[in-house]
Structures are given as C-alpha cells and as structure tokens.
C-alpha cells in the first residue's frame, strides 16, 4: 500500500543535503558569471534591509524592546504609497515624466512616512505604553509586539484593503502598482545594468539614512534620544522627557519603515497585507547583526545581508538564500557576540 | 507605596492566592486524589458530551488532539526553557519538527516500531538542542531569539531543500503507534486501536506524555536544577559569581525543553500519517511563546491553561471565519496590558515580577511613570 | 479546625471524584456509535449532505473560490428540479493548511455524515486526507489536487478531475519544444509540492528532447527573485517555464522581463489566474502561456457553446465574477455526485461504486475514472494572454501559435 523510499544510503544523505556537490566549480563559474548583477540587487535591497533595521534599533535601543509589529508598519507605508499612486495614475496612463514624477514620488514620500510614523506611535500609545508604565517585564512587551503584529496584518487584510482598494472581500491578494517610472539602464558596471529605478532608490535611501544620522548626532532631539538609551535614570534627572523621546523614536522609526515601503513599491511593484512578515524578519537579523542598538549597524548590516544572501543564492541556488542569511547570523555572532559594529547608540558616534 | 490600588486592581489574584494558599497547606493525600481527579477528568474529555458546548465546528476528539492537546505538550516543555531558565527561544518548532521527521524518517525507511523510534527521536531533539545551544548560549538574550528563529527557519528550509527526506513533499506514509486488537476499552473508545478516524486514542497517549512531563518538570523545578535556573533568571552574573555554572544549567533546560519538543513531534507525527515542512513553521512558536507567556511563565497550570485557550479560542470561534485572528492578536494585546504576568502567574514570578522585572529584564525609559511606585534604584 | 475542614474537602473531594467517573462512564456508552459508512440502508433519505474542503479565505484562496462556486451553482441547479434526493452543500475552509484540512474532514464525516467530498484543494491537504476518507469509506472527488504520487497509494475513495503533473509537464514541454522550438531551458519553481513537481516534469521532458536545461527555486514566501533572474539572465534562455502560483508568478515575470530575459514566459495551472496578469502588468504578460489540464470556461467562450453558456451562468450567479481556473472542474466534480444520486445512490458506498462506473460528457471533459482515481482524459489545455485577457490556444497535442 505504501509507497517505500528508496533504500537508504548514508552517501544519499549527505548527497542532497550537499547539493550537487560535485559541480562545485560549476556553482562558482555560476556566481562568477552573475557576480555584478548580483552585487547591484544585493546593494539595492540591502538599502530596503536596512531603513527598516533602522526602526528595530532605534526602539530597542532605548526601550530594549524587539518591536515585533514594525513589519506591520513597513506594510502600512507600502500601503500608503500605493494609495497615492493609484489615486493619481491611471492604470493605463504609461509614463510619467518631468515635474509631475517628481510631484509624484515627493507626495508618496510624504503619505508613506506620514502612515507609518502614525503607525508607530499609535502602537506605541496603545501596545507598549501601558507596559512600559507597569514596568512589565520585556517578554510581555515581546508578546504584546506579536499579538499587534497579527492584529494588524489582519485588520489590513479584512478591512483596510477592501476599503482601499475596493476589492470585495479579497484583501489577501496582492496588489499590484501600475508602471509609472519607465526603468532605463544608466550605466553598467562591469556589466551590469544600473537602472534609473535602482539608483533612485539607493540614492532615497542614503539620503534618508544622512538625515537621520545627522538628526541622532546633531539635535538635541537626538541627544535626548542617545541619553535615554544610555542611562534612562539619569536622562530624567537631566531633564529629558522620556515619554516624548520614546514617542519621537518611534515616529522617527516608523518614518524610516514608511520610506523602505515606499522604495519597496517601487522597486517590486506590488505589495500585500503580509509583505512586511518575511521582509521584517530579515530587517532585524541585519539589525542584529550590524549591532543591535547601534544606527551605523543597522546599515552596516543591512547591506552586508543584501549581499551575503544574494551571493549564497546565486552559489547554492534559490532555494537556500534565507538559510545563508541565518547561517551567516549565527557566525557573525560567533566571533562577534555583540554584532559587527557593536551595540549602543552612543557608540554609533564614536 | 500605593498598596491599596493594587490590592483593588488585584482583588482576583487576592482570590487566587486565598485558593492557592489552601492548596499548599492541604495534606498530601487532598493532593494527590485531585491529581488523580483531573488526570481522570483529562483522560475522560474525548468522550464526555462536550463537543457541541467546547467544538461545534470541528471534531471535538481531533481537536484535543490537535491543536490542544500538541500546544500544552509544547508549552510544557517552552515553559521550561523560557518561564524555568529565563531564555528566550523564538525557534522551538524546530525540536518539534526534528521529532516527527525522526519518527517519519526511520519509520518509513527501516520500518521500526513506534516505540522503537520514540525513545532515539526524544534522544536526538536533546542532541540538536545541546548543538544548536552550545554556541549559542554565550549569547545575551535577544541575540538567543533571532539565532534560535532562525535556526527554526533553517531546519524548516533545509527539510524543503533536501530530497532524501522528502523535500517539499514532506514525508507520506508515517506508521501508527502499533494496534492492540480486541484491547481494553474505556469510556467506549478502544484506547488502544491507532486508526485514522478516532483520535480519542491518541490524545490518550498525549495525556499520559503529559503526565509524566509535568511530573518530571515538577521535580526539576523543586530541585537543585531547578534553583539554578530561576537563579540564572533573575540575575546571570550573579548566579555565575555565586558558583552556579550558568552555561551547563542553561544547555541543560535546552536540552529538556527540546526533549519535550521532540517528543511532541513524534507522538504528533504518529497520528497524521504525513508531514510536509510547511506544518513547522514560525508563527507556531512565536503562538507557543503567546501561550507561555499569555497563561502565566514559569507556572505548569499556567502554561497549560494559556497553551488550551491558544489552541482552543481560534477553534472554538471558527463561527467569526476570518475575523478570530484579528480578534486573538488583539486580545494578547490587551491582556499583556492588564494582565501582564499571565492569567495564573507562579507565586514566585509575581513576587519576582513586583521587585523588578521578572527575569527577562524590562524594557528600558521605564522610569518617569505614575505608578512605576517604587523609587528607582540608581546604584546598579 | 482544620482537620474536620481538610476532612470534610477530602470527602467533597472523592465525592466529585465518583460523580465524575460515573458520568464519564455514562457520557460514553449514551454516546451513540457513530456510523461512518452510512451503512447500505435501502431508504432514500430527503437529502444528503456533500462537503468542499480547501483554502476558501488564504493567501490562494483565488484558486479555490472558483471551483467551491462551480461546485455550489451544479448543486443549486440540481436542487432548483426539485428531485427525490436533496444535495446540501456544505464548504469547510482549512486555509490550506494539512492538518486543518484532515480535521475538518473528520467533523464533516462525524458530526455533518457527508456523503461525499469535493477536494480537497491541494495535494498537501489531500496528503493527509485521503487515508482518513480511506477508512471512512467516504468517496471524493478533487477539482484540482494534481500531485502526481497521490494515485500511487492504492486509495479506493479517492478521484480527482484534473490529470496530474505528470501528464501536464510532458504536455506543456511537447507543446513548448514544437511551438517554440526552445533550445534553452530555464525552469524555475517556488519549492511547494506542486510547484515543483511541475517544473521538474517539464525539465525532464525538456531535457530529454534536447534542450539545454538549467533551473533554481526560490521560497513562496520571496518577493526579490534576483538570485533565479540573475541566473536566468546569465543563461539567455529563450523559453522560461516557472512552476507555481500566481502571487509569485507575476511579478517574477516582470524582474525577468526588467533583466533583459526575453524568452518566452510560460506557467502551469496554478499561475492561470487574471490576478497573474495584474501582478505582472498587461505589457509584460502579453503572450504568456499557460497549460492546464482543465478547461477554463471564458478563455474557451469563443470556440465552445456550452463553455460560453456556463460563463454566462456563472457570471449572474456569482456578481460578476468570472468563471476562473476550476470552476469547469467544481462543476463537473459535482455533476459525478449529482449523476450517482439520480442513478439511486445516497450512501457513501454506493456513490463511490457509481463514480467508478461513471461515464458521461461533463462541461470540460469527458468524465471516467481510471481504477487508481485518475481521470482518465488526460488533455492539456494551451492557453495565452491576448490584449489583457487568458484565451485558449487549444489542445496542447496539435496547438500552434498562430
């Protein structure tokens, strides 16, 4: 009745879990051959890793607070973003060039940060808050984090995307962005395409990630915010108003994840009630592994998860990329328990 | 500071340790006749008429088996790891996964007896738990989460990616537990006829593992390992400096915890004749470490009253279609806010959780609050 | 005190104890033998009851809803005769989930006594499912399981509509290697079971026809394909077959077609969906091809009388939806029930020997069962995007790009 496995043998074992262990050299020809197009994608999703890890670490630097539901605010910046665009483009209207795109993607900026950073405080008012006054131990907010995650992956799909985008009682379906940026290659490295796509989003990204460095290190909103992460005691006692600072972290946060979402759209075209889930795991390995805590990290760490999985999928095949990434976690934490660059805000400045 | 409003806010828990005192104080023969009662009680819910009140839309037997009956067992043995030992495990499914793949794997290939497997399958889920802590120990808590999610992922991809055990098509054909023919019969259920049907049989055997694994962690839990680990939850450098080898005890709660895990997975995977890699996936331990927490960490009652109400809640309400996960991320939501110890929180996490922040630290910027009560210390 | 009081709950305590055993004991011998089969009683019921399993409200929920609405408008259109023998439908929704399908399917043989199942969906679901209808003795029918090793077990109770992946590979790639004339190959799945089993049927095929062949997965759960389009890239295929659904589908075609792979695009069943043209935006869809070994209705309006009626029908009925992928085959699964119970059969055991037996014309093909639950008309269907819409190509044995 059963249908029986082959018989088994060790070699098969270690065979397929190895695979095609014999063309090795093949598997490097293969990467060798997509090493730049590899390198150019890699680059550009890790700048998407990496403003979305900007939000994990900036709350758990100064809450110590894995902040599970930032994947629901990356989403709900894409969501954002997608509003604006299929407001303002008709389906079929092709290209938009000149002033009007950049009309375009300045207001998507706009709607998308705005979305997100409402998301996150309102999160933090009605989530974490009320914990944080308990001084509920950091499980419960963990916790809380998961059951806000879920509560708003399902809101968006039961009620927010039909009433968007008036689909009936399909809010689980991906939505997809009419094309209105026409993608032309610019240049080529060593082969490689560099679309006028690409570089806006990496050139958005660095950007924003300037500002928010310069924001950390040069106001005195930052300073209240490296304080707080430092020593919340004695930031009271120097006058910071630590319920004003956490609020602005997360808004800031949030912020950033809107930006990610709107770069995301663009670069993917598509989105969906659960894009942040995979997408928000990846964003906090890169935190963790460029130093939790730690602004320059998250980007540091960003980029290096863009690259490392892109290469390991093109060596191993697909299939295999997350594995690499989490591979590559586990070792860096290894030989660098605390993450590449380190933990801690205040050690970004140093 | 301000006690009587906690006492009012608290006056359920006032009720709780009234009942609990009781409890501690009744002579051991009490005890042990209402151990007996409720493993009676347990043994007895397939078959009790309760499935149009507890399940009207789904099996009321299939359910106690799954998702009840595997979420307790699973929460059994998390609780152990998170609410004993104080470490943050975000990739428990994967003992879980490496319990039934061991069962399915061994069984289908070599054609072993059940009970042959069981005992190598618990036997490996400690092997991997000791490999994947190992390295991992050293690490301060949220790093422990992300390496053990992802080593969750990784055992799940790496099963989908590898064909010898079946790939993505999982593995069909799992053998039963071994049938006793014409054996006892107990509230009108062959307990010993592994069939596909009938899953009464089965949650049998979940009620028994579970018997045993609550006695065991009980007597952990008393003993010297026990004192360990709530020492290395509450202050790791202290119990290191007091001569606790914090990183043996800590690998030996993995160990345990992904025993237990292990052992669910066989005893799951007996029942469901096939499994894919799909049926392990993240959001099953991030739902166990909802029910560990939700129930009360560190508390067996507890967790296993949190691990039903995961389990059974969604099920229960399959009249509401789509709305009850919504409904259930927002009602972790809230009870985290105003219940955040847990339904049936242990005595000692409640005192712990009054002192400071019981065991997994608190979050930081907590001070400022206007009723944080207590003044904060600032020599640390 | 206290003695007399821990007394006193020590005798509470046995006492609840015995009330407790007692009634436990009661509660099972009143409890009813529960008669799964049915049994062969010779009386005609007032009606019986047929239940669907399968992913109603997940993430592929879109496949689903189709054949759950084919299966609901051949029931309601046999009820609206008035016959002897009432059918109630009755849909469970496992979110594609395994062990929930087998669940479900339990209740819906225990406590609903169904007669009959269509599905359920998927072939993990159907996995697990098909032992349990196995010992149930309930017959099913599925509209769109095509796994190809679910036949091999030896399953009496078990039928499917659809031919399985086995029959659809060789099919999309003999169609490939004749209209296209493919010379380089690259075959990409999304790593579920059915996904696949598709691409690699197609590989082997492909390959043994001569074609250079090279292929990589990714995760469902993706949404940058870079790693499979940089190879894809690299190797300039000029035929690209991707095996899984549409929700990765569209917009894996688009990355392909943003790195300068021009080769032709084609997907199996699980990406024939209006949704999959949506994600990869009309431009880059146009000219995609699609097999399956099912006839989607509206594509086939144009050429086929009765496909333009049902379309029709099917529209009014469900506000304006379209007929979408499986919707025929729900059909045509409910017409085999709905053709045993007018042939006098209401028990799950006498369906299940009618369905056997079955031999009629459905809406999509012609229905009879081979003994393992196989259908036994094994057609591809060749369909292609044209201006924004699925159209049908024709028979994949002597369909040509025109």
Redesign the interface.
């Known amino acids: 009745m059963?249908?029986?496995?082959a018989?088994?043998r060790l070699a098969?074992?270690f065979a397929?879990?190895l695979?095609k262990a014999i063309t090795v050299t093949e598997q490097f020809n293969n990467l060798i051959a997509q090493f730049w197009p590899t390198t150019v994608d890699g680059v550009v999703k890790g700048a998407i890793y990496a403003l979305i890890a900007l939000g994990y670490t900036m709350v758990?630097g100064?809450?110590?607070?894995?902040n599970f539901a930032h994947s629901e605010i990356f989403m709900t910046g894409s969501i954002g973003a997608l509003v604006v665009v299929t407001t303002l483009v008709a389906p079929t209207a092709g290209p938009v060039t000149g002033l009007g795109l950049v009309g375009l993607l300045l207001l998507m900026a706009v709607v998308s940060m705005a979305a997100s950073g409402g998301m996150a405080v309102l999160l933090e008012q009605?989530?974490?808050r009320?914990?944080?006054?308990?001084?509920?131990?950091?499980?419960?907010?963990?916790?809380?984090a998961?059951?806000?995650?879920?509560?708003?992956?399902?809101?968006f799909?039961?009620v927010v995307i039909p009433w968007l985008f008036d689909r009936g009682g399909q809010g689980r379906n991906q939505i997809a962005m009419a094309r209105f940026l026409e993608r032309e290659e610019v240049f080529t490295i060593f082969g490689a395409s560099v679309s006028n796509n690409d570089l806006l989003i990496l050139a958005a990204a660095l950007l924003m990630m300037f500002l928010l460095d310069q924001l950390v290190n040069r106001t005195k909103i930052g300073r209240g915010i490296r304080a707080?992460?430092m020593d919340?005691?004695t930031a009271?006692l120097m006058g910071v108003n630590?319920?004003r600072?956490?609020r602005i972290t997360f808004l800031v946060g949030g912020a950033m994840a809107g930006i990610a979402g709107m770069l995301f759209l663009l670069k993917y075209e598509n989105t969906r009630y659960n894009i942040g889930f995979i997408l928000g795991?990846k964003a906090?390995?890169a935190a963790?592994l460029g130093g939790?805590g730690n602004i320059r990290g998250a980007l540091v760490g960003g980029f290096v998860l863009g690259l490392v999985e892109n290469y390991g999928g093109a060596f191993f095949g697909g299939?295999?990329l997350?594995?690499v990434?989490?591979?590559v976690?586990?070792l860096v934490?290894?030989f660098r328990?605390?993450g590449i660059l380190g933990e801690s805000i205040q050690q970004a400045r140093a | 500071m301000n006690d009587s409003i906690k006492n009012g806010k608290n006056s359920v828990s006032s009720f709780f340790d009234g009942v609990r005192d009781r409890w501690a104080n009744?002579?051991t023969?009490?005890r042990y006749?209402?151990y007996?009662?409720l493993f009676?009680?347990a043994l007895?819910l397939p078959?009790?008429?309760l499935?149009p009140i507890m399940s009207p839309?789904?099996?009321w037997p299939?359910?106690l088996f799954?998702p009840i009956g595997v979420y307790v067992l699973l929460a059994l043995g998390l609780n152990i790891v998170?609410g004993q030992a104080g470490l943050?495990d975000l990739g428990f499914v994967a003992f879980y996964a490496i319990g039934a793949y061991h069962l399915a794997y061994l069984g289908?290939?070599?054609d072993w007896n059940f009970w042959v497997i069981v005992p190598i399958a618990i036997l490996m889920a400690a092997v991997s738990g000791v490999v994947l802590g190992a390295?991992?120990l050293?690490?301060?808590?949220?790093?422990l989460?992300?390496?053990t999610?992802?080593?969750g992922?990784?055992v799940r991809?790496?099963a989908?990616?590898?064909?010898?055990i079946?790939?993505?098509?999982?593995?069909?054909?799992i053998p039963h537990p071994p049938n006793i023919e014409e054996g006892p019969v107990?509230?009108?259920?062959e307990i010993f006829k592994y069939?596909?049907?009938d899953?009464a049989p089965y949650y049998y055997l979940l009620v028994v593992l579970c018997a045993l694994v609550i006695i065991l962690a009980r007597r952990w839990e008393r003993s010297r390992v026990g004192r360990a680990w709530s020492a290395i939850r509450e202050d790791e450098d202290a119990a290191e400096v007091m001569g606790v080898p914090t990183f043996k005890f800590k690998l030996l709660a993995f160990a345990i915890g992904a025993a237990i895990g292990g052992a669910t997975g066989v005893f799951w995977a007996g029942k469901?004749?096939?499994i894919?890699p799909?049926?392990f996936p993240?959001i099953l331990s991030?739902t166990i470490?909802?029910a560990v927490?939700?129930g009360g960490?560190g508390n067996i009652p507890g967790v296993m009253l949190g691990a039903f109400l995961v389990a059974w809640l969604p099920e229960r309400f399959r009249g509401l279609?789509?709305?009850r996960?919504?409904a259930?991320?927002?009602?972790?939501?809230l009870?985290?806010?105003f219940r955040?110890?847990g339904i049936l929180p242990s005595r000692q996490r409640k005192a712990e959780?009054k002192e400071g922040?019981?065991?997994?630290?608190?979050?930081?910027?907590?001070?400022?609050?206007?009723?944080?009560g207590e003044p904060?210390e600032?020599a640390k | 005190m206290r003695p007399r009081i821990?007394r006193f709950?020590?005798a509470l305590?046995?006492g609840?104890?015995l009330t407790?055993?007692l009634?436990?004991?009661g509660?099972?011998?009143?409890?009813p033998k529960q008669d799964?089969t049915g049994g062969g009683d010779a009386a005609a019921p007032a009606s019986i009851t047929v239940g669907f399993v399968g992913d109603l409200?997940g993430d592929n929920a879109a496949i689903v809803i189709p054949p759950r609405n084919g299966a609901q408008l051949a029931f309601d259109e046999y009820n609206a005769k008035n016959p002897k023998v009432k059918i109630e439908f009755k849909a469970y929704?496992s979110k594609g989930?395994?062990?929930t399908a087998?669940?479900?399917v339990?209740?819906a043989?225990?406590?609903d006594k169904i007669s009959a199942l269509i599905g359920p969906a998927f072939s993990?679901e159907s996995?697990?499912v098909q032992?349990?209808l196995?010992?149930?003795k309930i017959p099913s029918v599925s509209p769109s399981a095509t796994?190809t090793?679910l036949a091999s077990?030896g399953a009496k109770y078990w039928h499917r509509i659809v031919a399985n992946d086995d029959v659809q590979g060789p099919g999309a790639a003999e169609f490939a290697g004749r209209a296209i004339t493919a010379k380089k190959v690259f075959v990409i799945d999304d790593?579920?079971?059915y996904g696949?089993?598709l691409a690699q049927a197609v590989a082997k095929t492909m390959g043994e026809k001569g074609a250079e062949v090279q292929a990589d997965?990714f995760?469902a759960t993706e949404t940058d394909f870079s790693a499979a389009v940089n190879k894809a890239a690299a190797f300039k295929p000029d035929f690209v077959f991707f095996g899984g659904y549409y929700a990765q589908g569209g917009p894996l075609l688009k990355q392909l077609r943003d790195k300068g792979v021009t080769g032709r695009f084609m997907s199996g069943d699980g990406s024939l969906h209006t949704k999959f043209i949506e994600g990869a935006g009309a431009q880059q869809a146009e000219g995609t091809l699609f097999s399956c070994p099912c006839k989607i209705a509206y594509a086939f309006a144009a050429k086929d009388e009765k496909a333009k009626t049902f379309t029709e029908t099917f529209k009014t009925k469900f506000q304006g939806q379209l007929p979408e992928i499986y919707a025929t085959e729900g059909y045509d699964a409910a017409s085999t029930i709905i053709k045993a119970v007018e042939a006098g059969n209401t028990t799950p055991e006498k369906i299940n020997e009618f369905i056997a037996t079955a031999d009629f014309e459905g809406l999509g093909k012609h229905v009879k069962y081979n003994p393992n639950g196989e259908i036994a008309d094994t057609n591809v269907y060749i369909y292609q995007v044209k201006n924004g819409t699925v159209e049908a190509v024709g028979n994949s044995k002597d369909a040509t790009l025109g």
Request: hydrophobic share 50%; charged share 15%; glycine share 10%.
């Open positions: 059963l249908r029986r496995p018989p088994f098969d074992l397929s879990l695979p758990y100064v809450l110590r607070l894995i009605i989530a974490y009320p914990l944080r006054k308990h001084g509920s131990s950091r499980l419960a907010a963990l916790i809380s998961i059951g806000a995650s879920l509560f708003l992956m399902e809101f799909a039961l707080t992460a919340p005691q009271v630590i319920d600072i956490v795991i906090f390995t963790v939790i299939q295999w997350n594995v990434a989490f591979v976690l586990v934490l290894m328990p605390t | 009744a002579p023969w009490q006749t209402v007996v009662l009676v009680f007895s078959t009790l008429p499935g839309h789904v099996d299939s359910l799954f998170v943050l289908t290939t070599f390295p991992t050293r690490l301060r808590g949220d790093y989460a992300i390496v999610l992802g080593f992922e990784i991809i790496t989908m990616n590898t064909e010898a079946g790939g993505t098509n999982g593995i069909p054909g107990l509230f009108g259920v069939g596909l049907l899953s469901v004749v096939s894919v799909q049926d993240f991030a470490l909802a927490v939700l960490s279609a789509e709305w996960f919504m259930f991320g927002a009602v972790l939501v009870m985290m806010i955040p110890e959780l922040t019981g065991g997994m630290g608190s979050m930081g910027a907590e001070v400022g609050g206007p009723d944080s904060v600032v | 821990a709950g020590g305590a046995v609840t104890a407790l055993g009634a436990a004991c509660g099972g011998s009143d409890t799964a409200a929704d989930d395994a062990s087998a669940n479900l339990k209740t043989i225990q406590n993990g996995q697990q032992p349990i196995e010992e149930a796994r090793d077990k790593k579920s079971a696949q089993g997965s995760e």
